[in-house]
């Protein structure tokens, strides 16, 4: 085989390669065989997009500590919030912070009103009641949720957290749960 | 002959005949209808193993309101002045700034969202006045208008230290909205007919008058002023708190003026936390909160009626669940002078240690709500009529029921002392004096604070809370907090800075509040030291 002849096959293979990834990009978004091509070359699944959020998880000293964490996310802020508080109940990934909720507390509904006041039903099929704390414990809990999804989603504003799909008198003995609760800061650490 | 023929078909039917008579029996089924004063409407109703779910669109237009597709999958609903949002597959709706939860979750139904009865009981029911009752035998949801009832209200203006307190009492909670226009405020019933008593001839600097009809009772306010309101159990009382912006509303800590009916400290009560099921935190070595506070309880109740000869009262006696609310009731019931609820604390991380003690934190301190809160202090008389709608639904929210708010200042007063004693007694590190929005303050009608006396959780102080002299030297520490708070309010000699935490110990950490938590109406004023942010750990 001569020069040329290798040249020509070279730049055929290089056409091929081009023409499929220039097709590729242009069909991204479509669902199925190609999915997983488009999240290899975009790094996300088909539809989604990777963003980068803080959780907050309990640290030392009774502080609460940011976790860097990066999500796969639609554009639907109420998808956003389910993965947000999903990652938050699976625990943190440092080994110094601990679990906000027991494991076996999981997600059940969403809701994201026009107000901007987020409603997040947490599920245990153990425990009819969340769990029974010291005061500390328990704000690190709530705001652990409500800290994380407030500081990631500009839609939500305040966060209603209701247990087993009830709405309670508190989230453990002390705090109010009747109204939504606002972002409370003053918990990270700085 | 004798046939010899098999008896088994005769006995087959004889099985049967049962059966078939009582399918012959039973009468088809009957169709679910709606029927709104006698008459049908065309709404579908699903009776499903959790009860009857009910279309929700035309039983809205027949009452007279209307469904409207909102973002997401959700829909609003306008019943009165309340929006209602609800989505299909959702067991909570929000009717205004409530969170309402359902018996059923909303469902998708081939004709629109069908609903559970408790939604339109909670909307209509208590918003419009209308009852529904689900009869079963005939498979039929009645809606009628609810017979008007008389509700008698009593009226009591008083002005105290620059705020006119109003009291509407009631004998029990009826169904009302507060509507404000500049310079007057409306309590409408939605439904019942009040009784009114002789409204008291004013004089007031404040308050213009009030007069009641049948219809609704109308406060009206002089130039100027201002209102916050709140309400009260047992008997209920819808209470506004009349002022001037920029004039000081709350007395000063460190000295406090004792209300006209409270010219001293007589009854306390003591409140050991959690209790029954209710374990609170749990050590390491499995030592329970709710036993410890319980010890702690009942030693400061029996030391405080020796010491100081007030009657003393516990919320609970025993290993008994009790509700917050209703620990705050209680005080209320008994006319106490002060709340103490007494709790040891736990972390989720490791190394949290130390006391701190809280008053309570209104809830309404978003950004939002501040600029409310601005726009009502903007607007003469006090009221946000040219706010968006958001801004006006917060200052709704601004408008909490909290029957501590007007003891804010006393109550951080008495923090003060506590941690201030707790500080120079014990070796604990000092977490400070902090606020929060502790549901068990909340109702309360009376100085109140809940005091964290170390952390169950932390092995060390486990170990300290479990022995009977630590506990003894803590109770004297809340002893002598509380002495000191008494010969404050009471008027006596005082010892220099009367305010400031006891001799020797280290001063309390003064922070501003927390970003985007301005001071809201009803905060202590700037002259109190300012507490910790809400939960703030200490260092």
């Given at each position: 085989m001569n020069r040329t002849a290798v040249k020509v096959i070279l730049a055929a293979v290089a056409l091929v390669l081009v023409g499929g990834i220039a097709w590729l990009v242009a069909t991204r978004g479509?669902?199925?065989?190609?999915?997983?091509?488009?999240?290899?070359?975009?790094?996300?699944?088909?539809?989604t997009e990777k963003v980068m959020v803080l959780l907050y998880f309990a640290g030392p000293g009774g502080y609460l500590v940011p976790e860097r964490r990066e999500l796969n996310v639609t554009a639907d802020p109420k998808d956003r919030i389910r993965k947000i508080v999903g990652a938050v109940l699976d625990g943190p990934r440092q080994r110094d912070l601990g679990r906000s909720f027991p494991k076996g507390v999981e997600l059940g509904s969403v809701l994201l009103a026009a107000n901007g006041t987020v409603y997040v039903d947490l599920r245990s099929e153990t425990m009819t009641e969340p769990p029974s704390a010291g005061s500390l414990e328990e704000m690190q809990r709530?705001?652990?949720?409500?800290?994380?999804?407030?500081?990631?989603?500009?839609?939500a504003q305040r966060v209603a957290l209701l247990w087993n799909g009830i709405q309670r008198e508190s989230f453990g003995g002390h705090l109010d749960a009747s109204r939504p609760f606002v972002a409370d800061r003053s918990l990270i650490a700085q | 002959m004798i046939s010899q023929r098999s008896p088994a078909p005769l006995l087959l039917f004889a099985l049967l005949l049962p059966?078939?008579?009582?399918?012959?029996?039973?009468?088809?089924?009957?169709?679910?209808?709606?029927?709104?004063?006698?008459?049908?409407?065309?709404?579908?109703?699903v009776v499903g193993p959790a009860g009857p779910l009910v279309a929700l669109a035309p039983v809205a237009e027949a009452l007279g309101a209307k469904l409207v597709p909102g973002e997401g999958g959700s829909y609003q609903l306008q019943?009165?002045?309340a929006q209602v949002v609800l989505a299909a597959g959702s067991p909570v709706v929000t009717v205004g700034s409530d969170i309402v939860s359902l018996s059923q979750p909303v469902t998708p139904g081939p004709g629109g969202i069908l609903v559970p009865v408790d939604l339109l009981r909670k909307t209509f029911g208590d918003l419009s006045g209308y009852t529904f009752d689900w009869l079963p035998e005939q498979s039929r949801l009645a809606i009628s208008r609810r017979q008007a009832k008389q509700v008698p209200v009593f009226i009591d203006v008083v002005h105290l230290q620059g705020t006119t307190t109003v009291v509407l009492q009631f004998p029990e909670a009826p169904r009302y909205k507060i509507d404000q226009q500049p310079g007057r405020i409306e309590v409408r019933m939605l439904g019942d007919r009040l009784a009114p008593s002789l409204p008291p001839r004013i004089e007031d600097p404040l308050v213009e008058g009030v007069d009641a009809t049948p219809d609704r009772v109308a406060l009206r306010l002089l130039r100027g002023a201002t209102a916050e309101s709140y309400t009260l159990e047992n008997p209920f009382r819808i209470v506004f708190d009349v002022h001037r912006p920029g004039q000081t509303t709350a007395p000063i800590a460190g000295a406090p003026t004792p209300g006209v009916d409270r010219p001293g400290i007589r009854t306390i009560v003591i409140d050991p936390g959690h209790g029954g099921v209710e374990t609170g935190a749990i050590g390491p070595s499995g030592v329970r909160e709710k036993d410890l506070t319980l010890l702690l309880a009942q030693a400061l109740a029996s030391r405080l009626a020796e010491r100081l000869g007030v009657r003393t009262l516990l919320t609970r006696s025993g290993d008994a669940v009790l509700g917050l609310d209703a620990r705050a009731a209680i005080a209320n019931q008994n006319k106490a002078d002060l709340f103490v609820s007494i709790h040891l604390n736990s972390s989720l991380g490791a190394g949290a240690h130390g006391a701190e003690t809280y008053f309570l934190a209104n809830r309404a301190t978003d950004p939002r709500a501040a600029s409310a809160a601005e726009a009502e202090n903007a607007t003469p008389g006090g009221l946000a009529t040219d706010a968006d709608p958001a801004a006006l639904q917060d200052l709704q929210l601004m408008l909490w029921d909290l029957a501590q708010s007007r003891y804010l200042a006393q109550?951080?007063?008495?923090?003060?002392?506590?941690?201030?004693?707790?500080?120079?007694?014990?070796?604990?590190?000092?977490?400070?004096?902090?606020q929060a929005p502790f549901r068990v303050l909340m109702g309360a009608a009376m100085p109140a604070v809940l005091v964290e006396l170390g952390f169950i959780s932390n092995p060390?102080?486990?170990?300290?809370?479990?022995?009977?002299?630590?506990?003894?030297?803590?109770v004297e520490s809340l002893i002598a907090a509380i002495t000191r708070y008494k010969e404050q309010v009471e008027g006596r000699p005082e010892t220099p800075a009367a305010s400031a935490p006891a001799a020797g110990a280290p001063a309390l950490q003064t922070v501003p509040p927390a970003a985007g938590s301005p001071p809201a109406a009803g905060a202590p004023p700037a002259a109190a030291p300012a507490p910790q942010a809400p939960g703030k750990p200490g260092r």
């Open positions: 479509t669902r199925g065989g190609l999915g997983g091509v488009i999240e290899q070359l975009t790094g996300a699944p088909a539809g709530v705001f652990s949720v409500v800290d994380s999804i407030t500081g990631n989603v500009e839609q | 059966v078939l008579l009582g399918a012959q029996a039973e009468a088809p089924p009957r169709p679910s209808s709606v029927t709104l004063e006698g008459q049908e409407i065309a709404a579908q109703v019943v009165g002045e109550s951080q007063q008495l923090a003060n002392l506590i941690q201030g004693e707790l500080n120079q007694a014990l070796e604990l590190k000092d977490r400070g004096v902090k060390d102080e486990e170990k300290k809370l479990q022995e009977a002299p630590y506990r003894a030297r803590l």
